[in-house]
Each structure stands twice: as structure tokens, then as C-alpha cells.
């Protein structure tokens, strides 16, 4: 069973960088794609990009400027990194796995980590 | 980007009632289409993917279906497990996938 587990700060100053690792267990990172989504609290699910195992990577356009995702195949671990971050980036941030067989689809999920933006 | 839009945003149901929540795309995204489920404090889980496709260990009594630009999340027999939120995502523009505002599904 793929475990996913999310690590990092859970307090960042405005205009600092956010960084996160995810660390995968259960099964190998090679040959999938590895997403980071952030969930302000009562609102919905705001996906930032993806990672491939090549390093090859898609973010989403309007955090883009902002954005920096890697992986470490030796650790099977892959990271975020969000800079300048403001109070509009307070939010969990989930790792998942997404699968590509013809249709790309999230089907592994990390528990989430709060990150809270403040001073 | 592609704009996802589910309705109703909120409900409210019985146990045994049939529900059904409908998602739509900005344009055609074909059937790259999935619904997860989230519960409060917990990650979202997928349930359809493909549109219609049942993920492993899903009850039955999730389907979905749709194609193009109109797709539905349909739960045939409410169980109290099953109010939470919803969410769609589309996967067809996969430089940028989209998820809709959530569905809040409540008991009556």
C-alpha cells in the first residue's frame, strides 16, 4: 500500500519560502507523476503542479513565477518550494500520486500538512 | 484554464435517497473526468475516474457518467458514510488541471 507523508515548517514569515518534502513508502517513485494541492480552510482544492520522476514538471499558471518543484529518486521523495509567500498561502498542502494509463488521476493522497503564513 | 463548475454547491439529503451531482467543463475535456470524495479533515479519496470508470473498493452504489462538456456523480442509496464533500477535476488539459468549487453534501 503507497503511503504518502508530507514534512515541513508549519509556520512561515510573509515573504519567505515555503518548503515542503514528500516522502513515499509502499512502492517506488519511479515511473509516475507526483502532485502538490493546497486547500485553504473551507474552500476548495487549488492544484500548484507536478513532477515527473525524469524531473520534468507542470505548475499551474497563475503560481507559476512562484514555484519550484524537484524529486529525489534515491530518497523516493519529492519536494515544494513557494516563494514570497503572503497570508493567501495559508492552507494544507497535500502530496498525491497521480496515475497516467490513458486518463491522469489522483490516486494516492498524503494526509496534508497546515502551513500557516504569519509573522 | 479550463473552468470547472459543479452544481448544486450544497444539499442536502436522506439516507436512501438518490442524489446526483453534476460538473461542468469550460469546454470539451472528452471523459477526463474524475469525482473524489473529501471528508472533514481528511484528504480527498477518488471514486470515478475516466467519468465512469469505479475506482477499486468503491461501493456500487457510486456512479458516474458524462461526456464532453456534462457529467454526473450519482450515489443510488445514501449511506451516513456518505456525506461529505465532492469534488470533479478534469485531467484533459494536463499542463494545468482544474478541480470544481466542491459539492457539500449534508444530511437532511
Known amino acids: 500500500q503507497v503511503q504518502l507523508q508530507e514534512s515541513g515548517p508549519g509556520l512561515v514569515k510573509p515573504s519567505e519560502t515555503l518548503s515542503l518534502t514528500c516522502t513515499v513508502s509502499?512502492?517506488?517513485?519511479?515511473?509516475?507523476?507526483w502532485s502538490w494541492i493546497r486547500q485553504p480552510a473551507g474552500k476548495g482544492l487549488e492544484w500548484i503542479g507536478r513532477?515527473?520522476?525524469?524531473?520534468?514538471?507542470n505548475y499551474n499558471p497563475s503560481l507559476k513565477s512562484r514555484v519550484t518543484m524537484s524529486v529525489d529518486t534515491s530518497k523516493n521523495q519529492f519536494s515544494l518550494k513557494l516563494s514570497s509567500v503572503t497570508a493567501a498561502d495559508t492552507a494544507v498542502y497535500y502530496c498525491?500520486?497521480?496515475?497516467?494509463?490513458?486518463?491522469?488521476?489522483?490516486?494516492?493522497w498524503g494526509q496534508g500538512t497546515l502551513v500557516t503564513v504569519s509573522s | 484554464d479550463i473552468q470547472m463548475t459543479q452544481s448544486p454547491s450544497s444539499l442536502s439529503a436522506s439516507v436512501g435517497d438518490r442524489v446526483t451531482i453534476t460538473c461542468r467543463a469550460s469546454?470539451?475535456?472528452?471523459?477526463?473526468l474524475n469525482w473524489y470524495q473529501q471528508k472533514p479533515g481528511k484528504a480527498p479519496k477518488l471514486l470515478i475516474y475516466?467519468?465512469?470508470s469505479l475506482q477499486s473498493g468503491v461501493p456500487s452504489r457510486f456512479s458516474g457518467s458524462g461526456s464532453g462538456t456534462d457529467f454526473t456523480l450519482t450515489i443510488s442509496s445514501l449511506q451516513p458514510e456518505d456525506f461529505a464533500t465532492y469534488y470533479c477535476?478534469?485531467?484533459?488539459?494536463?499542463?494545468?488541471?482544474?478541480f470544481g468549487q466542491g459539492t457539500r453534501l449534508e444530511i437532511k
Open positions: 498525491a500520486r497521480e496515475r497516467e494509463d490513458g486518463y491522469n488521476y489522483i490516486d494516492y
Open positions: 509502499g512502492g517506488s517513485i519511479s515511473s509516475y507523476y
Open positions: 513532477i515527473y520522476t525524469s524531473g520534468s514538471t
Open positions: 469546454q470539451s475535456i472528452s471523459s477526463y
Open positions: 475516466a467519468a465512469s
Open positions: 477535476q478534469q485531467s484533459y488539459s494536463t499542463l494545468s488541471i482544474t
